[in-house]
Nanobody, 124 residues
């Protein structure tokens, strides 16, 4: 089991920045691919970004590429999502998730553990 707790969400103006954190406990954090997903009101949850176990490779949805950066600190069992140049359409609940797959994954069903989510609201 891996327990995940997100933090860092909030209200920000368009063009601003936020940094989300996801702290993990339980089974070895460094053995999991880590991802961020988001769910906007009335929409399905969608993939945002993921990072491989060592942190050597990252993958992003086209909608956030160039604006968001995923990173991890295995010593602190924490994964981060730095979000810059935020847009109103980035408003959503953001979830972190852990997967036992080795290579990048963007489908919800490929992730085994999920956090409760943190709200990000971007005002225009």
């Amino acid at each position: 089991q891996v327990q995940l707790v997100e933090s860092g969400g909030g209200l920000v103006q368009a063009g601003g920045s936020l940094r989300l954190s996801c702290a993990a406990s339980g089974r070895a954090f460094s053995s999991h691919l880590m991802g961020w997903f988001r769910q906007a009101p009335g929409k399905e949850r969608e993939f945002v970004a993921c990072i491989t176990r060592s942190g050597s490779s990252t993958y992003y949805a086209d909608s956030v590429k160039g604006r968001f950066t995923i990173s991890r600190d295995n010593a602190k069992s924490t994964v981060y999502l730095q979000m810059n140049s935020l847009k109103p359409e980035d408003t959503a609940i953001y979830y972190c998730a852990a997967s036992q797959y080795l290579s990048w994954r963007s489908a919800e069903k490929e992730y085994d553990y999920w956090g409760q989510g943190t709200q990000v609201t971007v005002s225009s």
